[in-house]
């Protein structure tokens, strides 16, 4: 088995086509995801995505105190 797993912090795949696919990352859908991360995974990471522009970033002026935050409760949780 694997003894470490993570999943991309707000996902990977984003789509937005023709205005009838449209499948973007929102703030709280990253707000979300960081919070069950620092629980389930042992590695805390975020990944721009696919369409970066579009989507809510981890790293974004009002995002970047939240993000913080769970990294430093992960960073307690796991290597403590």
Do not use: C
């Not at 023709?18 to 805390?44: C, H, P, T």
């Amino acid at each position: 088995g694997y003894s470490l797993s993570h999943s991309d912090i707000g996902g990977y795949t984003m789509i937005n086509k023709f205005g009838i696919v449209k499948y973007l990352r929102s703030a709280e859908m990253l707000l979300r995801w960081s919070e069950m991360n620092v629980f389930s995974d042992a590695v805390f990471r975020t990944h721009e995505g696919l369409l970066p522009d579009d989507s809510a970033q981890a790293y974004t002026e009002s995002f970047a105190p939240y993000f913080a935050k769970f990294a430093r409760l992960h960073s307690k949780l796991f290597f403590a």
